[in-house]
Every structure is written in C-alpha cells, then in structure tokens.
C-alpha cells in the first residue's frame, strides 16, 4: 500500500510524530517482523481522535502497539498506520488515595513501583511484565494467579470514529489473556485500585516475584509464553516432557530454561519462530490430541 503521510501530517499537530516505512522488530521484545507502512506517536487526544478519522476517511488499517512484548510481527510487515502510544502524554501515572490513574503508554513497572511508593499493594505482580497499561488490558495479562482486569475499576476507551467510552471494569468481559473489547477500541486511560499496605512488605513480594522469574525465564528476547496453557496443563510442561527443549529452526531457539519461551539467538527472523511454532503444535497433538493454541498476537504479512 503507498500511503501518503503528508495528508496525515496537514491533520496532526507539529508535537506528534510520523514515520513513513518504519522498522518494526526493534520495537519488539522478540526483535523480529518487517516494516511499518505508517508509524505514528500521537502527542494528543485529539491528534489520536484526528489519525482514526483519517484512517477511516482513507481507508487504512489501525494496528495498536504497546510494548512489543506479546507480538510476533510477521517479515512483510504491517500495512497500513501502526499506532504507538508512548508520548509522554499517555504514559502519566497520578496517585489519588487507593486508586492510581494510568495512561495506556505507562509501563508495567513503573506502575508496580508506583504503587509501592505510595504503599498499595495489589500490582506487585505487574513488575516482571515488560509491557504497557494498554497491552496488558488487551491481554488481561496475569501473572502469581493474579489477573490485569482483578484491580481495574475503570477504563476509558476509543473507539475507532474517535469517540470515548468509559467503562467499570467490572463490567468488562475478560478471559484468559484475552479482552474481546479492546480487540475493536483502543485503551486510553485506566484507574487501578490498589489496597493499602507497608512499603517495605510490597518491596519483598516483589523481590519474590523477580526472583521467581529470573529462575524460571530465559533473558534471551523472547516475547514470554508463546502458548495458552490447555485446561490442567503447562503448555510448557507438555513441550518440555516431548524433548523439544533446544529445539531450533534457524536461529529461533525452543529455551533451555521454559519450553513455552521462543527465543531469538540473534538473527532469527519471523519465519523460522512460525515454523517452530507449527513444529511444537504438530508434536504436541500427535503426542496428546491437544491443540496448542497461540498466545503471542501473530500480526503484519
Ligand atoms: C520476558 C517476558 C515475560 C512475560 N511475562 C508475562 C507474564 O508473566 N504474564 C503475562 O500475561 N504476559 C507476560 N508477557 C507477555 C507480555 O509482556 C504481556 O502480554 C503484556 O501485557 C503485553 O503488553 P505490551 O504493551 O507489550 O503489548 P503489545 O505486545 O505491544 O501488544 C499486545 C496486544 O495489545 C494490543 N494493544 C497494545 N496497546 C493497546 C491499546 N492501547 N489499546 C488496545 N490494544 C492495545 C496490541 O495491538 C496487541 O494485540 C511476557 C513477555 C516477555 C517478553
């Protein structure tokens, strides 16, 4: 698709900021995937609200990119306008009492660590994620039996005319890693409450949780657990008792360390992470009749 960026440009204020065929995979925990058409930082509502209408006008597809950290873009890259949300203006995380109101671009971290600071507890869990706000909502990312969607009260969104909605996230559907919602709107802002409790207590817990991680995930880029577990089981239980640990197709690697970890030994493309992914489901339903379904969101051509 040839995009011309400069009607985009005409529509946006001078502080957002546009790239025309912008590469993708450094923008990724897992470092792989091809180029994006259009890549824009909106530095505004307004400016998001002005690109959407655009988008819609022209014809071009939106695609939302957090952190990176659950994708695995794909070589031919992504047509259309990629969408990052991480200006300053949507990464501001305030404190009121119990509650702390994030922008979608905030990372994970420095929500956790804020949280501490301010002796919530409740987001310890958030530190080890390398993702954003928005991404984690998208995901209902969880870790420790604990789930994104378990301490937000509220979350504004933006639909793809450029409207907002807000809405109590109780009443929000979610599943496991998934929050069908968000798949059409886009995370702006959410308010996580948190409970009080000792600084120096959440600091342990969450030095638990690093420690846990450490011993059990590989520092290679990787972008975490490839596979939903099935019902009753690890998926990364069942690669490991097939001997697939190690397992390589160029230069993507099945992790010593966590069988649901595909890392990237350095010059890995996209293509060889897909292949061992069929690689492992093939294996895993010839051996249990259990069909591994995808948890990383596969996008681009
Ligand atoms: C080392 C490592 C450890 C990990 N550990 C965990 C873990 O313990 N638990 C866990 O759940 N995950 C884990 N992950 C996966 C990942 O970090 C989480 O899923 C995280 O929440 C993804 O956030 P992100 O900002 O990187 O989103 P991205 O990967 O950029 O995007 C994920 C999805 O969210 C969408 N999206 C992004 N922003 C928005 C928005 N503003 N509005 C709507 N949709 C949006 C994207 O389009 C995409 O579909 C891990 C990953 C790594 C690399």
């Known amino acids: 698709m040839v995009l011309n960026?400069?009607?985009?440009?005409?529509?946006?204020?001078?502080?957002s900021r546009i790239k025309?065929?912008?590469?993708?995979?450094?923008?990724?925990?897992?470092?792989?995937?091809?180029?994006?058409?259009?890549?824009?930082?909106?530095?505004?509502?307004?400016?998001?609200?002005a690109a959407l209408r655009w988008s819609r006008m022209h014809g071009v597809p939106v695609t939302m990119l957090g952190r990176g950290s659950n994708l695995l873009i794909l070589d031919g890259g992504i047509r259309g306008l990629v969408i990052s949300l991480s200006d300053r203006f949507f990464s501001r995380i305030e404190v009121q009492d119990e509650r702390l109101t994030c922008g979608a671009g905030a990372r994970l971290k420095q929500l956790a660590e804020t949280s501490r600071m301010a002796g919530l507890s409740g987001l310890e869990f958030l530190e080890g994620?390398?993702?954003?706000v928005g991404g984690a909502l998208h995901m209902n990312a969880g870790a420790m039996q604990q789930w994104t969607f378990d301490r937000v009260e509220k979350i504004t969104t933006m639909d793809r005319e450029g409207d907002l909605h807000v809405w109590k996230g109780s009443e929000v559907e979610v599943?496991?890693?998934?929050?069908?919602?968000?798949r059409e709107h886009i995370a702006i802002e959410a308010v996580f409450l948190g409970t009080q409790s000792n600084p120096s207590v959440?600091?342990?817990?969450?030095?638990?949780?690093?420690?846990?991680?450490?011993l059990s995930q590989p520092v290679a880029s990787s972008a975490g657990c490839m596979f939903k577990n099935p019902d009753h089981i690890s998926a990364g239980k069942?690669?490991?008792?097939?001997?697939?640990k190690g397992t390589r197709v160029g230069e993507a690697m099945i992790s010593?360390?966590?069988?649901?970890?595909?890392?990237?030994?350095?010059g890995a493309v996209a293509a060889d992470v897909v292949s061992l992914i069929?690689?492992?489901?093939?294996?895993?339903m010839s051996a249990h009749q259990i069909e591994l379904e995808v948890e990383v969101q596969v996008v681009g051509e």
Not at 23 to 32: A, N, Y
Not at 129 to 132: D, E, L, R, V, Y
């Open 175 to 182: 599943h496991y890693r998934s929050c069908p919602l968000l």
């Open 278 to 284: 069929k690689l492992v489901q093939e294996r895993v």
């Open 20 to 49: 025309v065929d912008e590469s993708l995979g450094p923008k990724t925990t897992l470092r792989v995937g091809g180029h994006a058409d259009l890549f824009l930082q909106p530095a505004s509502r307004d400016d998001l609200i």
């Open 256 to 266: 010593e360390l966590h069988g649901n970890f595909i890392v990237n030994l350095g």
């Open 5 to 15: 960026s400069t009607t985009l440009k005409e529509c946006l204020s001078n502080a």
């Open 202 to 214: 959440i600091r342990k817990t969450m030095d638990n949780y690093s420690r846990r991680r450490r």
């Open 129 to 132: 994620i390398p993702g954003c």
């Open 238 to 244: 069942l690669i490991d008792e097939l001997g697939l």
